[in-house]
């Protein structure tokens, strides 16, 4: 059972900063990409950034060079540092783990956190 929970939102200026974490139970399973979504009112999901497999990281274009997406194996928490956010970033962040399991690719998702940035 693959449980995920975000925290780290809130409500931030333009131009400030938010770290966002994701806690995950321990991932017996094989990690295809682990990586952060948002959906913003009215839109779509969208990709944020994400881990794949053997650590190359992939972001949104319109958050490269201020979001970091991060893991720490041990304490299995994954990050994502979000720097110089903007009120378009305003959106629920969703964490996001793709495991193999019993032979098939699956999706798990946390709860999402609202981060809402103010101009």
């Known amino acids: 059972q693959v449980q995920l929970v975000e925290s780290g939102g809130g409500l931030v200026q333009a131009g400030g900063s938010l770290r966002l974490s994701c806690t995950h139970s321990t991932i017996t399973f094989s990690i295809n990409t682990i990586g952060w979504y948002r959906q913003a009112p009215g839109k779509q999901r969208e990709l944020v950034a994400e881990i794949i497999t053997g650590g190359s990281t992939n972001y949104r274009d319109s958050v490269k060079g201020r979001f970091t997406i991060s893991r720490d194996n041990a304490k299995n928490i994954m990050y994502l540092q979000m720097n110089n956010l903007k009120p378009e970033d305003t959106a629920v962040y969703y964490c996001?783990?793709?495991?193999?399991?019993?032979?098939?690719?699956?999706?798990?998702w946390g709860q999402g956190t609202q981060v809402t940035v103010s101009s």
């Open positions: 996001n783990a793709g495991l193999w399991r019993n032979g098939g690719l699956y999706d798990y």
